[in-house]
């Protein structure tokens, strides 16, 4: 996702306003977020903008507006109706559109939402705003940036299933994370050993492995989607 920002007008002192012209990627980004019926009404780029708190809507707080609301606490409930969520944090609730919370758990949004506050952290610059000559949307003081920090993008778990696979052992350890490496006749993987019984019969010496020797197993494979590509757990729960 990527954005360009135009710099027009003069400078306010102590300040930094801009009019944004975002790429055309950019808001088919935001469109993908919104492939629903109860986003309709903001699938244009004016609706969009005024999610994301760029420009005003009477009646809608947009992305910018809930980071600033939410102060960086933590919410604690998120009651979804029809077509909006109401968000309750430290005995306050504050009623927002679904698609703002679609934005609001979308990390690349925020991480778009930090960047772009980037020149508050540069000295002399005490306030971002963002709209319009006639009306500004939203004003964002330097204090305020910490707020806007992106959380860390969590891990999808995309697979989560039981496979009976053969290995052949490359090495094994006795440590505490109990991974041995293993290859299954394709590629090398390292799995934790979960069978407890197989533990205590190899602690006590009464399984001996010889080269060749291969072992049955019952896997749970966890396959997960990362910031930094996909992933795969390995864990043997039953050796056969």
């Given at each position: 996702m990527t954005s360009q920002v135009n710099v027009k007008g003069s400078f306010k002192s102590g300040s930094f306003g801009i009019d944004f012209v975002l790429s055309t990627d950019f808001l088919t980004r935001v469109q993908d977020l919104f492939a629903s019926d109860t986003a309709s009404a903001i699938t244009n780029a004016t609706g969009i903008l005024a999610a994301l708190g760029?420009?005003?809507?009477?009646?809608?707080?947009?992305?910018?507006?809930?980071?600033?609301?939410?102060?960086?606490?933590?919410?604690?409930?998120?009651?979804?109706?029809?077509?909006?969520?109401i968000v309750h944090v430290d005995g306050e609730q504050l009623e927002i559109q679904l698609p703002i919370l679609t934005l609001f758990r979308d990390v690349a949004v925020r991480e778009a939402a930090q960047r772009m506050l980037e020149p508050l952290s540069r000295q002399g610059v005490e306030k971002f705003y963002v709209g319009t000559d006639?009306?500004?949307?939203a004003t964002i003081t330097a204090q305020q940036a910490q707020w806007f920090v992106a959380p860390q993008a969590q891990d999808k778990l995309l697979v989560d299933e039981i496979r009976k696979i053969i290995f052949?052992?490359?090495?094994?350890?006795?440590?505490?994370?109990?991974?041995?490496?293993?290859h299954d006749g394709m590629s090398t993987i390292n799995a934790i050993i979960s069978d407890v019984d197989f533990q205590h019969?190899?602690?006590?010496?009464?399984?001996?492995?010889?080269?060749?020797?291969?072992?049955?197993?019952?896997?749970?494979?966890?396959?997960?989607q990362s910031a930094q590509g996909a992933k795969t757990d390995y864990e043997v729960i039953r050796v056969l």
């Amino acid at each position: 996702m990527t954005s360009q920002v135009n710099v027009k007008g003069s400078f306010k002192s102590g300040s930094f306003g801009i009019d944004f012209v975002l790429s055309t990627d950019f808001l088919t980004r935001v469109q993908d977020l919104f492939a629903s019926d109860t986003a309709s009404a903001i699938t244009n780029a004016t609706g969009i903008l005024a999610a994301l708190g760029f420009a005003a809507n009477q009646g809608c707080r947009g992305l910018l507006h809930v980071i600033q609301w939410l102060r960086g606490r933590t919410i604690q409930q998120i009651e979804t109706k029809s077509n909006t969520a109401i968000v309750h944090v430290d005995g306050e609730q504050l009623e927002i559109q679904l698609p703002i919370l679609t934005l609001f758990r979308d990390v690349a949004v925020r991480e778009a939402a930090q960047r772009m506050l980037e020149p508050l952290s540069r000295q002399g610059v005490e306030k971002f705003y963002v709209g319009t000559d006639n009306l500004i949307s939203a004003t964002i003081t330097a204090q305020q940036a910490q707020w806007f920090v992106a959380p860390q993008a969590q891990d999808k778990l995309l697979v989560d299933e039981i496979r009976k696979i053969i290995f052949s052992i490359i090495s094994l350890t006795f440590k505490e994370d109990n991974k041995w490496r293993l290859h299954d006749g394709m590629s090398t993987i390292n799995a934790i050993i979960s069978d407890v019984d197989f533990q205590h019969k190899v602690d006590r010496n009464q399984i001996n492995f010889a080269k060749g020797d291969i072992l049955v197993c019952d896997v749970r494979v966890r396959q997960w989607q990362s910031a930094q590509g996909a992933k795969t757990d390995y864990e043997v729960i039953r050796v056969l």
